[in-house]
């Protein structure tokens, strides 16, 4: 049975503050959340999204004011980042208090935190009143959901409520940076752009796992973003993803997924284009909701380029790269 879809957002804070999972939306994907001190709670979000309890999740909250419940300490470097983006798109990593569950952060002594913009996903933590664990809410391994239908689709079985914010404004996960050390290092490309990161506080490393095929792309090796697995974002269709396509690369029951309207695009029915002028921004906002659409046509592949190595394009490259890896072929999710 479906569980209920809706914009009730005093009952959705209710039901977190009794151990409830709900879904909801926040600008970049829809979250699933849970208490994030009710280890009970967190770990039916595990078992939601069967997800591995080696993947550590994001704890979300309402204020700045909250912080101190969820982190030991404050790196100094923070605060010019927390000052110019939060609530927003962007992830950072602290040192972890002893109130929050091993289950929550895998184990580790550093805790992933996040204020989130979308107004609706504000008022629920505001009333919820406890810091929010929540991961993205779709099955682990698959296409991250940027609609509360796209959430029904995977969870809505499995959980409470769903809190319906409309689509999502971002489109892509938050960039997650690590101040941790002296140097700042992103740990996921996300919906803030690297550039912008570097405006405010110079320059950054980028140490992604899994993105560096001669490195760390085993998915048992260490990895600095714990569960920034290879394959990730999957469609169960297979992707492949090209410099620059042309009607030769095309063959029968082929896909296309494009950044900007193509060649041939207009006479293959099995098209998405995610912007008319290539604008990246656009490009994101639409880029899973097209890839779900394109995947449920079930195409023989789905064809893509890849996007400008700059801003957004980034990070949509990294979930191409994610969606198109085949480490394990049968990872194909019902
Ligand atoms: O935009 C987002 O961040 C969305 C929305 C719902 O807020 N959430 C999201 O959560 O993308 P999830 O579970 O799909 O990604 C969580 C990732 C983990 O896989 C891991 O890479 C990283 O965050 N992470 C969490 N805790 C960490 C920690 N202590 N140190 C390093 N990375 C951590
Ligand atoms: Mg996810």
New binding site residues.
Partial sequence: MNCQIGNDVSHAAQLLRSGKLVGFA?E?????GANAFDERAVAGIFEAKERPTF????V?LATIDQLPLVARSIPEAVSPLIEKFWPG?L?L?FP?TPAVPDLV??G?D???V?I?SHPLALELLKLADVPIA????NRFGCV?PTTALHVAEQLGDRIDYILDGGPCAVG???T?V?LLDAQPTV??L??LEIEKLEQTIGHVEIKIAGSDPGNSASETSP??????LLRHYAPRTPLVVKDSLSAPDLADGDALLLSRPGLFSIENHLCEILSMTGDLKECAAGFFSALRRLDALDPKRILAEWFPNEGLGRALNDRLMRAAATTSADSRHV
């Fill in positions: 926040t970049t994907v829809y979250g699933l993947d550590p999740l994001i979300h798109p992830t990593i972890k952060t895998a580790l550093s805790v992933a996040r989130p929540a991961p993205s809410a991250s892509l996960e938050s997650i690590s740990l996921r996300g919906g990895q600095l973003a714990p569960g920034m």
